[in-house]
């Protein structure tokens, strides 16, 4: 199986600008997770999609808002950037139904803002 | 408090010894998951092994046994047999709690493993 894709894979943008991120997960999963990761915070859960409904959502801005589609795709907006939204955003998808499920990780987007 | 906490930010090994990677956690749920990743310079996050609460008996995969001690509330990485290319960051992760209430990861600060020639 294809794992999870992201694109793009690195991104420059100005601050103010809005930016909207990929992830296609493997095969058969119904679950997207993104995570933000930063050398200050560490690695952080934005939000979990499930079957194209958002299941859990972690402590970010309005800014950072996210979708899923009837094939499991799933979008990532960031609007009104700041500075310090530059990192490395990771997206994860899994089955999402199971008591064992594992998220599996696609390379993420760097995102610079400037 | 911090639910997931690695203390050791940094560990070198030599080639072909084995390594041990801490991992201690905090959750009064009874139903949780623990996770160890690997993530190299190129940044992508790869699973190494997964336990779960109620398993017995500590997980292996390959070379790597997780040290499960549920009392102690510790899950530590067992890397046996060190590889030049196990030099990456290692994270330590748990998901708490029953899968649909959603499947949010909670991440350690991670710790950068170096192998020595």
């Known amino acids: 199986k294809a794992g999870v894709t992201q694109t793009p894979r690195y991104l420059i943008k100005t601050r103010g600008q809005q930016v909207t991120l990929s992830c296609s997960p493997i095969?058969?999963?119904?679950?997207v997770s993104w995570y933000q990761q930063t050398p200050g915070q560490g690695l952080q859960f934005l939000f979990e999609?499930?079957?194209?409904?958002?299941?859990n959502k972690g402590n970010f801005p309005g800014r950072f808002s996210g979708r899923q589609f009837s094939n499991s795709r799933s979008e990532m907006n960031v609007s009104t950037l700041e500075l310090g939204d530059s990192a490395l955003y990771l997206c994860?998808?899994?089955?999402?139904?199971?008591?064992?499920?594992?998220?599996?990780f696609g390379p993420g987007t760097r995102l610079t803002v400037l | 408090a911090q639910k997931i906490t690695q203390t050791q930010p940094g560990m070198f090994v030599q080639e072909k010894e084995a390594v041990t990677l801490d991992c201690t956690y905090d959750?009064?749920?009874?139903?949780?998951?623990l996770f160890w990743y690997k993530q190299p310079s190129s940044g992508e996050m790869i699973f190494l092994i997964y336990?779960?609460?109620?398993?017995?008996q500590n997980a292996t995969e390959g070379r790597y046994s997780l040290n499960f001690q549920k009392a102690r509330k510790s899950a530590n990485l067992v890397i046996s047999a060190s590889q030049l290319g196990d030099s990456a960051m290692y994270f330590c992760?748990?998901?708490?709690?029953?899968?649909?209430?959603?499947?949010?990861?909670?991440f350690g600060g991670g710790t950068r493993l170096m192998v020595k020639p």
């Open positions: 994860a998808s899994s089955g999402g139904d199971t008591h064992t499920d594992t998220q599996y």
């Open positions: 095969s058969g999963h119904r679950s």
């Open positions: 999609y499930f079957s194209e409904t958002q299941r």
């Open positions: 959750t009064s749920d009874q139903s949780y998951g």
């Open positions: 336990q779960g609460s109620y398993d017995e």
């Open positions: 992760a748990m998901r708490e709690g029953l899968l649909n209430a959603g499947n949010m990861l909670t």
